[in-house]
């Protein structure tokens, strides 16, 4: 085996990693199907004291869930202007109240 052969096999496996990693780079940031599982548990309406007024403000508290993702191929055909980027949020909806 001589010199350059020896290089060019280790910059084949080196670019196989480097495709490897890549991939699973893009597998992970695909969404997860349990997404709508996301909800806040913490989540609830509280009184907002900094707003006056003749009535109590109350606002919705709590985390927010989002992210962004290339789009599948399959549905970048479907779309009658294709967006690149997918993105999926979650937010917390107040189920009870708290003064």
Same mark, same amino acid.
């Not at 900094?50 to 606002?59: A, C, E, M, T, V």
């Not at 290339?70 to 690149?84: A, C, G, Q, V, W």
């Given at each position: 085996?001589?010199? %350059? %052969? ?6 084949? %496996?080196? &670019?196989?990693? &480097?495709?490897?990693? =890549?991939?699973?780079?893009? +597998? ?11 909800? !806040?548990?913490? !989540?609830?309406? $509280? ?7 003749? $009535? ?8 927010? =869930?989002?992210? %962004?993702?290339?789009?599948? =191929? ?5 779309? #009658? ?12 909806? +107040?189920?009870? #109240?708290?003064?």
């Amino acid at each position: 085996m001589t010199c %350059a %052969a020896t290089m060019q096999s280790v910059k084949s %496996a080196g &670019l196989s990693l &480097l495709l490897m990693s =890549f991939l699973l780079y893009v +597998a992970d940031s695909y969404p997860s199907m349990d997404s709508p599982n996301m909800a !806040c548990p913490e !989540c609830a309406l $509280r009184r907002n004291n900094y707003l006056h007024g003749d $009535r109590p403000i109350y606002q919705c508290v709590g985390c927010c =869930f989002s992210r %962004a993702y290339p789009t599948p =191929f399959s549905s970048l055909k479907t779309m #009658r202007i294709p967006k690149n980027i997918t993105s999926e949020s979650t937010c917390c909806v +107040a189920s009870r #109240r708290y003064e």
